[in-house]
Nanobody, 125 residues
């Protein structure tokens, strides 16, 4: 039974930084695709960034490139999203997600089987 446990998040002023962590347990494979989606009220859930834990390949949404960095710690089965230069439009509920592999459609919600409970990120002006 796969479980994803998120930590981090919170409130910050625009231009600030936050760090999200997601710890996975119960995964059958040693390598998997894991990362972050976000969903603001009234909007669809969108992919932010994911990483292939087996080789370190990373995938980013255009909105995250240059500001967010995703990294993995295989020893701890943990993935971290470092978010810098935060903007008010980054305000969302952020969800950790995992799937067996990262594909060309890494940013599609329906491609992920496992989800965390979500953590709120609020960026104020």
């Amino acid at each position: 039974h796969v479980q994803l446990v998120e930590s981090g998040g919170g409130s910050v002023q625009a231009g600030g930084s936050l760090r999200l962590s997601c710890a996975a347990s119960g995964y059958s494979y040693s390598s998997y695709c894991m990362g972050w989606f976000r969903q603001a009220p009234g909007k669809e859930r969108e992919g932010v960034a994911v990483i292939w834990t087996g080789g370190g390949s990373t995938y980013y949404a255009d909105s995250a490139k240059g500001r967010f960095t995703i990294s993995g710690d295989n020893a701890k089965n943990t993935v971290v999203l470092q978010m810098d230069s935060l903007r008010p439009e980054d305000t969302s509920m952020y969800y950790c997600a995992a799937e067996d592999y990262c594909g060309g459609s890494w940013n599609l919600e329906q491609n992920y089987l496992y989800w965390g409970q979500g953590t709120q990120v609020t960026v104020s002006t």
